[in-house]
């Protein structure tokens, strides 16, 4: 648990070995309930190497002084990023109108 926005972080190590690995984080809303957005990579043990970029979205609660995960939904490959991108922008541009 961290008790301050900075410090939180989906950065993952067991035994010695960065499982996940933060690339990124856009911090979308702050308060006693905040929002994170992160860019990561999951290490894969047999070959070696990080994955491609995964995205997910914490949300995060502040009680007796150190942030909580209260939810996650994590963003499954590239192609559903984009038709969520592409999706908010439409629906953005549609207000705009």
Known sequence: M?????D???????EGILLVQEIDKEVLSKGSW???LFRYRDFDKNTQQYSADKFTIRRYQKRNGQYQTKSKFNISSIAQAEKIV??????????QE
């Open 2 to 6: 961290a008790e301050h926005v900075e």
């Open 8 to 14: 939180l972080t989906v950065n993952y190590e067991e």
């Open 34 to 36: 905040t929002t994170i």
């Open 86 to 95: 592409e999706t908010l922008s439409k629906w953005l541009d549609a207000k």
